[in-house]
């Protein structure tokens, strides 16, 4: 029996659905734990391209994937997405949360009220309605899972709070009126599609657990979006960190094995909020066009910088990540040189920690080392000494910073372009 946890160690889009495909070989469930649809994992097999933004990734490999009760669902996306998949020849197994919070129309209405609200001084969210839903989750004001299975429950719990959201709409001028009925019938509807797979999971995974199943539970965002850890407020509602599996899933901290920490060998970035070691210059741009760094759900452009090890160190420490794996090292190709980030330089001093006040973080120039670029990476290479020199001595001196260990290293997006070490 193995629980196994793959988290984004900087600001998202690390390739955790890549790497949550492959080690999917040898699960029995694959668990979204946090957030929502705001996610866009993509996984390769060949030449077929799945982008999945709310189904755990381990479906494409046949293997069960389960909603925990941390995430926010949007039910019409995840009834997309089994048609979508089903049209592709895969029938996903799919169970969901009982206690799993739904993401309404009021939620997305007001994630773009909030956004036009805050002009320049926007998060640059997804708009999926994730920050709002999560809001009424801890205001006890959210509609669960369960409760798209009782129409009399919806019913009396949507009269409560749609006077509410209708206030608010109001005073924000948004031109809305929100529709009970039209709302009710709609989520009925959701829930009877759903319902057969709606159910109580913390109980089907902690039996698996003692029936010596292995569960790979899959994160979502990076640690930097962490609502307490990350660049805040600039940051997505959830709990990215490993902490967060806990709370998402119903599984103890102590069934957890690895903590598998997911490492970009640069940095991006979608949406607002600094970026230390962000690249204006023609660099930025080749990472940009070479990394194809452009949005799984909202299609931006992402934000390119170097290496930022500042961000992953406090990535390992929050999470106990016991385990790296290193992705898109083969972006790094023909660069003369590359640099990591080891240290900040704030008001003259350096300083080798992530600081809270986002100011003080918008303030910090990264110091930076050094390393001889590589040609290129060969594809087929299977193990670490088929790497360039170069390359060897640039993830030696990750794992020397991170004092963790490089467990696996990916050369391309495809499964088989995956050095275990
Ligand atoms: P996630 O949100 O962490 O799952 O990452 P995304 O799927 O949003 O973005 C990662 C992108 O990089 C996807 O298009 C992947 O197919 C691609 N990718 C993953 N690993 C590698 C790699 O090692 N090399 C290259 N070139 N692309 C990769
Ligand atoms: P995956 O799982 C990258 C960012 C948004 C925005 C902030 C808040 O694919 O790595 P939200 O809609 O969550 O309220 O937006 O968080 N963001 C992501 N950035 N990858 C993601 O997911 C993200 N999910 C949210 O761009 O800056
Ligand atoms: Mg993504």
Redesign the pocket.
Known sequence: MTVNLVI?AQ????G??KVVDYFSKDADYVVRFQ??N????TIKVGDEIYKL?VTPSGVIQGKTGVIGNGVVLDPEILINEINNLKKRGIKPKILISDRTNIIMPYHKIL?GADEKYLGDKK?????????PCYSDKVARKGIRAIDLTDKNTLSKKLDEIIPIKQRILDVYNIDKKLDKKEILDAYIRYGEKLKDFVTTTHIELNNAIKNNKNILLE????VM?DVDYGTYP?????HVIAGGSSIGTGIGPKNINDIIGIVKAYT??????PLPTELFDKTGEYLQQKGHEF????S?P?RCGWLDLVVVKHSCMISGITKLAITKLDVLDNLETVKICTKYELRGKEIDYFPANIEDVKKCKPVYKEFKGWNKINGNSTKFADLPKEAQEYLKFIEKELKTPIAIISIGPRRKETIEV
């Open positions: 984004g600001w998202g889009d690390e955790k659905g957030g929502g705001n996610a866009g994992h933004h994630d998060i640059g969210t997804t708009k999926r309605g994730i920050g994160g979502a965002q990076g979006l600039y940051t997505t509602s959830s991006t970035r979608v949406g607002e909020g949005g799984t759900t909202t931006r992402r």
